[in-house]
């Protein structure tokens, strides 16, 4: 068997619908299972149509239920299917008729009010399935086996559901029965829906390969695979053939946002292949994420990522020569006050780190001065190279050349303890400049 996953853009309307059936349809002898999204963009429809009854007692459908009737229509499916939707609409407003009473909105009920966009998009899609002939079933996530806790917004799913996922999938599959299953969402034992957080209906698409030891898990994006770099900072980015599921992640952590780390966790763990391909071209031969260590490429870099709008804050102190403790004294401040670092460059009496800008480091500084002298640095950037650091003096020495004659200077560098990224801080403004000259000089030559 198989697992294929489809995102919003995939199924946004009756036309990509059509388009993603032509492409399960070329897969049914592998025994597909299809994970789907929420059509297009419901889920900002949905919590734009909460925060609507919850702040003005506004309740509107109008948005959501006009694209459904209209893919339902487009599709040419029968009435028969309108009264599988209706429930489901009604059900949502009266969900934004409650929001509307308490004027409020909390983690328990978003989950619940986003669920209706997968809900409605396996119902609409499986019915189109069946009008082709092909015999598929729309499954809620908590009728294919996934019950989480019930924390809210981010739940884990607990460990009985690795059993009940092939039990309940595998007899479908031996029947030909295509199961339409909806991504994201699972409910917890008391029957209340949950999301599952970071990854989405990616990391749904990968527990159900895992669980069921799948031969693959496709996860269908609109881009080609995981490119060399980000096509709207160099046009000239290509697809990366393979990557290993820690380069993957290196990737998706600094930037390339193709797939999310924890979406990969159940690959990883069971070691079964993610194959990242474009809806919108599928004769691309995409990505294929493997455990095992990718061919020996003639350069050193596999590809460059960057994020932006990082700060860098520099502490320094000589009072901790030879005493021990210091960075532990460090981080204890970071834990005090929920900040979460990314990078980190040491040594005996200083430590530089990186932090999302999301952060207000106020309340934080006074305590970090009791230990050491700190420097805040704003508006600066993380361009990574992922690649193979076996190679890295000869991989620093291009990466800097590019940076000297740029006149970009590298204000802090930091090797991942993966041993597959090398990362290196510059200014915000210099970061894209940065990047098009090191695909250039890593890439662009052996075009």
């Given amino acids: 068997m198989i697992v294929m996953k489809f995102g919003g853009s995939s199924v946004a309307n009756g036309e990509r619908i059509r388009y993603v ?79 509307a009473m308490i004027k409020e909105l909390t983690n328990r009920t978003k989950d619940y009010l986003v669920s209706f966009g997968e809900r409605l998009s396996v119902r609409i899609t499986a019915a189109y399935f069946n009008v082709l002939g092909i015999k598929a079933q729309a499954m809620d996530a908590w009728d294919a086996g996934f019950i989480s806790d019930s924390n809210f917004s981010s739940a884990e799913l607990l460990k009985e559901s690795w059993d009940r996922i092939p039990q309940i999938l595998n007899p479908l599959l031996e029947a030909d029965v295509l199961p339409v299953i909806t991504g994201f969402i699972a409910k917890d034992r008391d029957g209340k829906i949950t999301t599952l957080g970071r990854g989405g209906s990616d990391r749904s698409a990968t527990i159900i390969a895992a669980a069921c030891k799948a031969e693959e898990a496709q996860v269908w994006k609109d881009v080609d695979g995981i490119l060399t770099a980000d096509p709207r900072i160099v046009p000239q980015a290509r697809p990366v053939e393979s990557a290993t599921y820690e380069e993957a992640a290196e990737l998706a952590y600094f930037g390339a946002q193709v797939l999310h780390p924890w979406a990969m966790r159940p ?81 005996e009496v200083s430590i530089s780190v990186t932090l999302d800008s999301v952060y207000n480091l106020e309340p934080l500084k006074p305590a970090l001065t009791e230990i050491a002298t700190v420097e805040v640095k704003t508006s600066r950037a993380i361009v990574t190279l992922i690649g193979d650091v076996r190679r890295s003096s000869e991989l620093l020495q291009r990466a800097f050349q590019v940076c000297h004659q740029a006149g970009i200077q590298a204000q802090m560098v930091s090797q991942g303890a993966s041993k597959v990224n090398i990362s290196f801080i510059v200014n915000d403004t210099q970061a894209a400049e940065a990047v098009r000259g090191l695909h250039k000089e890593f890439f662009e030559g052996s075009i």
Avoid: W
């Fill in 267 to 347: 690959c990883m763990k069971s070691g079964t292949p993610v194959l990242v391909k474009n809806s919108y071209n599928p004769n691309a031969p995409g990505t294929r994420i493997l455990s095992s260590v990718r061919a020996e490429n003639p350069s050193p870099v596999l590809a460059i990522a960057s994020r932006r709008n990082v700060t860098l804050v520099d502490i320094v102190s000589t009072r901790m020569v030879g005493q021990s403790g210091f960075l532990e004294k460090v981080f204890a401040v970071f834990s005090k006050y929920g900040v979460s670092v990314d990078m980190v460059a040491t040594s």
């Fill in 21 to 99: 059936a032509e492409i399960v349809r070329q897969e049914l002898k592998r025994k597909p299972v299809l994970v789907l999204s929420a059509m297009g963009d419901t889920t900002d429809h949905l919590l734009e149509a909460a925060d609507a009854a919850a702040t003005a007692g506004t309740i509107s459908i109008d948005k959501i239920a006009g694209l459904h009737i209209k893919t339902i229509r487009e599709l040419e499916l029968s009435s028969e299917i309108q009264k599988v939707i209706d429930p489901l609409l009604e059900e949502l407003r009266n969900l934004l008729l409650g929001i």
